[in-house]
């Protein structure tokens, strides 16, 4: 069975400062990973996605993660935090289904507060 | 209207209520899925409507029950529950394709915003 880690529940940086989200996965077959971001009141929304090919993968709103197999991490960054990505953030890893689906699997999300 | 929609928003029923939540998706998608949100909790898969064949949870109480009268409406309906299924219930749809073998590409799901439930 797969399952998601991610370490903090909440983390708050600084306005411009690193942001650095941590996700690490189990799964039995090569992972699908992917970071979902959700807003006050919104739903969730997919900020980007590993499949295979580059390790680094970039995604919406400047964010990007790395795959690393030897360590079963892929956490998220971005260089500079701004205050509109203040939101929860959510990895999840998917595995195939026999119906021709693949199920994802998340975790319990991190908070992230940006301070002005 | 576009992406995917759920009515309604917010909702507040007793324990002996009956109620539905609606969820329409303009996408053209082939597969649906009910998932619960619960504070400090992963996600919860409920219920999934995915090429015609309906996948659930197991561990969902009967008291909860999905319809899926087509690919784009799916409704969630709710009777007799409890304090507890207080969550934030988010609807989502995909695009899938059934393969021969091998994995079939990455299942990216459009959630809609939610419908806040509160059982009193």
């Known amino acids: 069975a797969q399952s998601v880690t991610q370490l903090g529940s909440h983390v708050s940086v600084s306005e411009g400062a690193l942001v650095l989200l941590r996700c690490n996965y189990s799964s039995s077959v090569p992972p699908y990973l992917f970071w979902y971001v959700q807003y006050p009141n919104q739903g969730l929304q997919l900020l980007l996605k590993y499949t295979t090919g580059a390790t680094l993968v970039k995604g919406i709103n400047g964010f990007e993660a790395e795959f690393k197999k030897s360590e079963t991490s892929f956490h998220l960054t971005k260089p500079s935090a701004h205050m509109s990505d203040a939101a929860e953030y959510f990895c999840a890893v998917s595995e195939p289904q026999s119906f021709g689906n693949e199920k994802l699997t998340f975790g319990t999300g991190t908070r992230l507060t940006i301070i002005p | 209207e576009t992406g995917v929609t759920q009515t309604p928003r917010h909702l507040v029923m007793g324990m002996t209520n009956k109620k539905s939540l609606k969820c329409e998706q303009h996408?053209?998608?082939?597969?649906m899925y009910w998932y619960k949100q619960s504070a400090k909790k992963p996600l919860e898969l409920m219920f999934v409507?995915?090429?015609?064949?309906?996948?659930e949870n197991n561990s969902v109480p009967s008291r909860f029950s999905p319809e899926c009268p087509n690919s784009s409406h799916l409704f969630l309906h709710l009777h007799t529950l409890q304090p507890e299924d207080s969550a934030l219930y988010l609807c989502?749809?995909?695009?899938?394709?059934?393969?021969?073998?091998?994995?079939?590409?990455?299942?990216?799901?459009?959630f809609g915003a939610g419908s806040r439930l509160t059982v009193l």
């Open positions: 409507y995915s090429l015609e064949e309906r996948v």
């Open positions: 996408l053209g998608h082939n597969a």
């Open positions: 989502a749809s995909s695009q899938v394709y059934s393969g021969t073998g091998g994995r079939t590409g990455a299942n990216v799901l459009t």
